[in-house]
């Protein structure tokens, strides 16, 4: 039921957006441009409500399982509609994104013990948020969702993991229908409705995989590296300079490519192209030897820091040359 379930996934989210940007859809919740953002007009940033109703659909045709992680995700939805509507306290949606992490390692891992238990947990919480402090940039998190699960779904389903390469092959398509409306320019965004459940379902369908041997721990690291790469330099650039991490900014490094002058559409090259070559390189390498796997995973550390270099320094010449023209 596969392609079934993608189909319908990609069908109702088609149809879900093109109700979402009409001109009643559109007034649900708008994305007021600020100082902050990389877009001029106010944007509706409904998109993952199309994402997640085609999922739900999918899920339905093809019955896959995952029902505690969909249903997570469903929660988490729900809270960051809320979050987008209403703005909720920073703690508040913190303690629940923990807390279905904490439910997620408790139902659908083999006990891995206490240390690496907490590690996890964790580590969804941070999928979860950093794939929203991504979703800033035209086709940015759609593209890495088609790109991400793609590779979750191939590697599952070339393994004989039919229920996991099912719900993978879902989301990617979700995010594909999405990205329809999405690519630059985009006419809606993804909003936290969509980002954060999608942020927590790599971590967690990336553990599952890992829990059920069908690849190597590095791997859904390797897959999303770009975001996880992007977000935790970003972060850690941030506290050590005392800023409050908690606040938006434009400091991530898709945002200053955006700012340099290559736009949204050159910036989405730019990643994809980054995306596609980690998602092939974890594909081709987590059945290799461990001195091949460890090979990859150093050339790719030193391509992504090669990469950041080549951004910050260009940054730096952007910034000088503008405060020299002002």
């Known amino acids: 039921m596969l392609w079934q379930s993608a189909l319908a996934t990609f069908a109702i989210a088609l149809l879900c957006l093109k109700l979402l940007v009409s001109d009643r859809g559109r007034r649900l919740v708008l994305d007021q441009p600020n100082e902050r953002s990389l ?10 409500l199309a994402i997640m109703a085609g999922v739900a659909i999918g899920w339905w045709v093809g019955h896959p399982g995952f029902a505690v992680a969909l249903t997570l995700a469903a929660a988490l939805a729900a809270l960051s509609l809320l979050d987008d509507v209403y703005g909720l306290p920073t703690a508040l949606r913190l303690g629940v994104h923990l807390a279905a992490a904490a439910v997620l390692v408790a139902f659908e891992l083999r006990f891995p013990g206490w240390i690496l238990s907490v590690v996890f947990v964790l580590a969804l919480a941070w999928y979860a948020n950093l794939y929203n ?71 967690a369908l990336g553990l599952v995989g890992w829990n ?26 941030r506290l050590a300079r005392g800023e409050r991490v908690w606040q938006a900014h434009r400091d991530h ?50 391509a992504l820091g090669v990469i950041a270099v080549w951004v910050d320094l260009r940054w730096a010449r952007y910034v000088r040359e503008t405060e020299g023209a002002a």
């Open 133 to 203: 402090f991504m979703d800033g940039s035209d086709g940015l998190a759609g593209g890495m969702a088609l790109i991400g699960f793609g590779a979750y779904g191939a590697a599952a389903y070339l393994a004989g993991a039919q229920p996991l390469a099912t719900v993978s092959a879902m989301l990617a398509a979700g995010a594909a229908a999405f990205l329809t409306r999405n690519f630059p320019p985009a006419r809606i965004f993804m909003g936290d409705v969509g980002s954060v459940p999608l942020g927590f379902l790599a971590g």
């Open 253 to 302: 490094y898709y945002q200053r490519l955006v700012r340099m002058g290559f736009g949204h559409r050159g910036a989405a090259v730019i990643e994809y192209t980054v995306m596609a070559a980690c998602a092939v390189a974890a594909l081709l390498a987590s059945e290799s030897t461990v001195a091949t796997q460890a090979g990859t995973l150093a050339a790719a550390a030193a």
């Open 212 to 237: 059920d041997r069908l690849w190597p721990l590095w791997f859904p690291l390797l897959v999303f590296a770009p975001f996880v790469c992007d977000a935790t330099l970003t972060l850690l650039r």
């Open 39 to 48: 877009h001029a007009r106010p944007v509706p940033r409904t998109g993952g």
